[in-house]
C-alpha cells in the first residue's frame, strides 16, 4: 500500500500532495467542498514558504504571477513611522518576500496535480491511528493520512483528542481592491486595539485588511463599520475603502490552537492549521504549511519515519505560534498608555534588530527536512 490520503484541500493539502509525489508515493485529496470559492484575500510569502515552493517544483510560476514586498513598515494611524523595514537588507540576507493573490497560489498548485489526485464533494467523518478514514463516500486505509483539514480538525481528534481553538481576543477583516490610484507600497498601521493594512498584488490590485477588538461573534457591520473604524486614518487608507466592493469584505474571527502534545499518531500526521493554526501576525501560517509538507515529503522518501516529523515541525511551529500570538496582543493594545509605551519602544527599534530576531523563521531551507535527528 503506497496510497498516502490527505484531508483538506487547502494550500497545506496541495502542497503535501505535491512534496508526496516527488516521494514516489500516491496521494489522495479529499476536499469536503464541491467547487472552493475564490477567496478574496491575498498572501504573503516569506523566504522560508518560497524555497518549499521550489522544492515543491511550483516556485517560478507563483513568483511569476506575484508583487516583491518592497514594505513601508508600521506606522500609526497618522502615518508616522513606528518601525521601518529595511527591504534590501532582508532580500540580501533571507532573500525576496512576495504577496500572491490566495486564489491565484491554489489554482497552482491544483494545476500542478495529475488528474485525479483532488476529489471534491467528500467530507471526512473519523480516522483512526490505523491509517483508516470514514467519509461520506465510504471508509478507506491508507499507508498515511495526513490531517490538512484546519482549525477544526476531524482527523486532529485521533492525534490530540478534542482540542478547543482560542480565541485571540480581535476580529478581522479582509478584501481585494482596485483603487483609483496605484499604491506601490506596503504597510500596516496601529492604532489603539485596531490595525489597518495594505499590500499590492499584481494587476494593480490592493489586498487590505483590517483588526479590531471584539468579543467572538460580535455582530458585522461590514463595509461601513470598516469606514467609521478607520475615518480619518492617513492615506492611502481613505481611498481604498471607498474603492471596495461591500459583498467582497470578508470577516472572520481570529483563533489559533494551544500547543499540542504531538503531530503523529501510527498512520497519521498533521499539517497546517491542524497542527498549528496561528493568529496572521507574523505572515507564517501558509509559509509553515507549505514547511510542514516538504518536511513531511522528505521523510516519506526516506526511512518514513513519522518521529522524525513530529522532531523537526512541532518545536519550531509551536514557538512560531507563541511568538504570533505575542505580537497580535501588543498590535491590539487599547489603552493609552501602553500604546504610547508600545509606539515609543518601535521607534527605538534598530532595523538590525528586527533583522536579528527574524531570522529564526527566515532561515529556514529545504535541506534541513532530510537531516532530521532524533
Same mark, same amino acid.
Given at each position: 500500500?503506497?496510497?498516502?490520503?490527505?484531508?483538506?484541500?487547502?494550500?497545506?493539502?496541495?502542497?503535501?500532495?505535491?512534496?508526496?509525489?516527488?516521494?514516489?508515493?500516491?496521494?489522495?485529496?479529499?476536499?469536503?467542498?464541491?467547487?472552493?470559492?475564490?477567496?478574496?484575500?491575498?498572501?504573503?510569502?516569506?523566504?522560508?514558504?518560497?524555497?518549499?515552493?521550489?522544492?515543491?517544483?511550483?516556485?517560478?510560476?507563483?513568483?511569476?504571477?506575484?508583487?516583491?514586498?518592497?514594505?513601508?513598515?508600521?506606522?500609526?494611524?497618522?502615518?508616522?513611522?513606528?518601525?521601518?523595514?529595511?527591504?534590501?537588507?532582508?532580500?540580501?540576507?533571507? $532573500? &525576496?518576500?512576495?504577496?500572491?493573490?490566495? /486564489?491565484?497560489?491554489?489554482?497552482? !498548485?491544483?494545476? *500542478?496535480? =495529475?488528474?485525479? @489526485? %483532488?476529489?471534491?464533494?467528500?467530507?471526512?467523518?473519523?480516522?483512526?491511528?490505523?491509517?483508516?478514514?470514514?467519509?461520506?463516500?465510504?471508509?478507506?486505509?491508507?499507508?498515511?493520512?495526513?490531517?490538512?483539514?484546519?482549525?477544526?480538525?476531524?482527523?486532529?481528534?485521533?492525534?490530540?483528542?478534542?482540542?478547543?481553538?482560542?480565541?485571540?481576543?480581535?476580529?478581522?477583516?479582509?478584501?481585494?481592491?482596485?483603487?483609483?490610484?496605484?499604491?506601490?507600497?506596503?504597510?500596516?498601521?496601529?492604532?489603539?486595539?485596531?490595525?489597518?493594512?495594505?499590500?499590492?498584488?499584481?494587476?494593480?490590485?490592493?489586498?487590505?485588511?483590517?483588526?479590531?477588538?471584539?468579543?467572538?461573534?460580535?455582530?458585522?457591520?461590514?463595509?461601513?463599520?470598516? $469606514? &467609521?473604524?478607520?475615518?480619518?486614518?492617513? /492615506?492611502?487608507?481613505?481611498?481604498? !475603502?471607498?474603492? *471596495?466592493? =461591500?459583498?467582497? @469584505? %470578508?470577516?472572520?474571527?481570529?483563533?489559533?490552537?494551544?500547543?499540542?502534545?504531538?503531530?503523529?499518531?501510527?498512520?497519521?500526521?498533521?499539517?497546517?492549521?491542524?497542527?498549528?493554526?496561528?493568529?496572521?501576525?507574523?505572515?507564517?501560517?501558509?509559509?509553515?504549511?507549505?514547511?510542514?509538507?516538504?518536511?513531511?515529503?522528505?521523510?516519506?522518501?526516506?526511512?518514513?519515519?513519522?518521529?522524525?516529523?513530529?522532531?523537526?515541525?512541532?518545536?519550531?511551529?509551536?514557538?512560531?505560534?507563541?511568538?504570533?500570538?505575542?505580537?497580535?496582543?501588543?498590535?491590539?493594545?487599547?489603552?493609552?498608555?501602553?500604546?504610547?509605551?508600545?509606539?515609543?519602544?518601535?521607534?527605538?527599534?534598530?532595523?538590525?534588530?528586527?533583522?536579528?530576531?527574524?531570522?529564526?523563521?527566515?532561515?529556514?531551507?529545504?535541506?534541513?527536512?532530510?537531516?532530521?535527528?532524533?
Amino acid at each position: 500500500m503506497d496510497e498516502v490520503l490527505i484531508v483538506g484541500g487547502g494550500i497545506g493539502g496541495l502542497a503535501t500532495a505535491l512534496a508526496v509525489l516527488r516521494a514516489g508515493k500516491r496521494p489522495v485529496v479529499l476536499e469536503r467542498v464541491s467547487e472552493q470559492a475564490v477567496v478574496g484575500s491575498g498572501l504573503s510569502l516569506w523566504p522560508n514558504a518560497i524555497r518549499a515552493l521550489d522544492a515543491l517544483g511550483v516556485g517560478a510560476e507563483v513568483r511569476a504571477r506575484a508583487v516583491t514586498d518592497a514594505s513601508g513598515g508600521i506606522r500609526d494611524s497618522a502615518g508616522r513611522l513606528l518601525l521601518g523595514v529595511d527591504a534590501a537588507a532582508l532580500q540580501e540576507r533571507f $532573500g &525576496e518576500p512576495i504577496v500572491v493573490h490566495r /486564489a491565484e497560489l491554489m489554482a497552482i !498548485l491544483r494545476g *500542478a496535480l =495529475p488528474d485525479g @489526485v %483532488l476529489r471534491t464533494g467528500i467530507r471526512v467523518t473519523a480516522a483512526d491511528e490505523s491509517g483508516r478514514v470514514v467519509t461520506t463516500a465510504g471508509e478507506r486505509d491508507a499507508e498515511l493520512v495526513v490531517g490538512a483539514d484546519g482549525i477544526r480538525s476531524v482527523v486532529r481528534r485521533a492525534v490530540a483528542g478534542e482540542v478547543e481553538p482560542r480565541y485571540a481576543g480581535y476580529t478581522a477583516w479582509r478584501t481585494v481592491v482596485a483603487p483609483p490610484e496605484p499604491v506601490t507600497e506596503f504597510g500596516e498601521s496601529w492604532g489603539r486595539g485596531q490595525r489597518f493594512g495594505f499590500a499590492p498584488l499584481a494587476g494593480g490590485r490592493v489586498y487590505c485588511f483590517a483588526t479590531a477588538n471584539a468579543p467572538a461573534g460580535a455582530p458585522d457591520g461590514g463595509l461601513a463599520e470598516l $469606514g &467609521e473604524r478607520f475615518a480619518g486614518w492617513h /492615506a492611502p487608507i481613505p481611498m481604498l !475603502l471607498a474603492a *471596495a466592493d =461591500p459583498a467582497a @469584505v %470578508l470577516r472572520h474571527d481570529i483563533y489559533d490552537l494551544p500547543a499540542l502534545p504531538r503531530f503523529t499518531a501510527g498512520r497519521i500526521a498533521l499539517i497546517g492549521d491542524a497542527a498549528h493554526a496561528m493568529t496572521p501576525d507574523l505572515g507564517q501560517g501558509a509559509c509553515q504549511a507549505l514547511e510542514d509538507a516538504v518536511t513531511l515529503g522528505a521523510i516519506l522518501a526516506g526511512d518514513g519515519d513519522l518521529r522524525r516529523y513530529d522532531a523537526a515541525r512541532r518545536p519550531r511551529t509551536q514557538r512560531i505560534v507563541a511568538r504570533a500570538r505575542r505580537m497580535g496582543r501588543a498590535g491590539q493594545l487599547s489603552a493609552r498608555p501602553l500604546v504610547a509605551l508600545r509606539n515609543a519602544a518601535m521607534r527605538r527599534t534598530p532595523a538590525s534588530a528586527q533583522l536579528g530576531a527574524m531570522a529564526s523563521m527566515l532561515d529556514w531551507t529545504p535541506e534541513e527536512s532530510a537531516t532530521i535527528a532524533l
